[in-house]
């Protein structure tokens, strides 16, 4: 697959992406729903938050998480340098409860819009009371290179977390 053929495909999973996060409903009760479509941002509070770099100390960004009182939820937000507009950046966000499965594990996430330029959000997750919650988020490259004569994909990861749980 050429080059273009594999941006398009990136390209057409973002406008997919976006498409199903404008028909999630703004009722923050329910599972996996954007914080910033419904009120929880207005009472966000700062839990945790830790940079994202690789071995080698490169710098792909900040992970925070944040707590809602009024609508008892978590979710994580990345900032990174690495932009919405950058076709070939992948921003992945891993939030669930701490004693249970993953509830909220899809890779590549991409909501950002004119509130969160070069920012990113997982839904929020349901964290009644003093809930322990983990989460994890990593910024990866995707790089194609010709090979002979066919295309070679390949990810690079620019930096990420390693699993936390917060209580």
């Avoid at 594999?6 to 329910?30: E, K």
């Avoid at 997750?125 to 919650?133: G, K, S």
Wanted: net charge negative; aromatic share 10%.
């Amino acid at each position: 697959m050429s080059a273009t053929g594999l941006r398009f495909l990136t390209a057409a999973f973002v406008t997919a992406a976006l498409l199903a996060s404008a028909a999630i409903s703004a009722s923050a009760d329910q599972p996996l729903q954007d914080p910033w479509v419904s009120d929880c941002v207005k009472d966000k509070k700062d839990i945790h938050h830790q940079k994202m770099t690789r071995e080698d100390k490169l710098d792909a960004g900040t992970v925070t998480l944040f707590y809602s009182a009024h609508c008892r939820t978590n979710w994580i937000e990345v900032h990174s340098n690495y932009g919405v507009d950058n076709k070939d950046i992948g921003v992945q966000l891993y939030i669930g409860l701490a004693d249970s499965p993953w509830t909220n594990d899809r890779a590549d996430y991409r909501y950002g819009d004119s509130r969160l330029l070069n920012d990113f959000r997982s839904m929020m997750i349901p964290a009644p009371d003093h809930t322990c919650v983990k989460y994890s988020a990593s910024v990866t490259k995707f790089i194609a290179y010709p090979e002979g004569d066919h295309w070679v994909s390949d990810v690079q990861e620019l930096g990420g977390t390693p699993e936390t749980e917060i209580c």
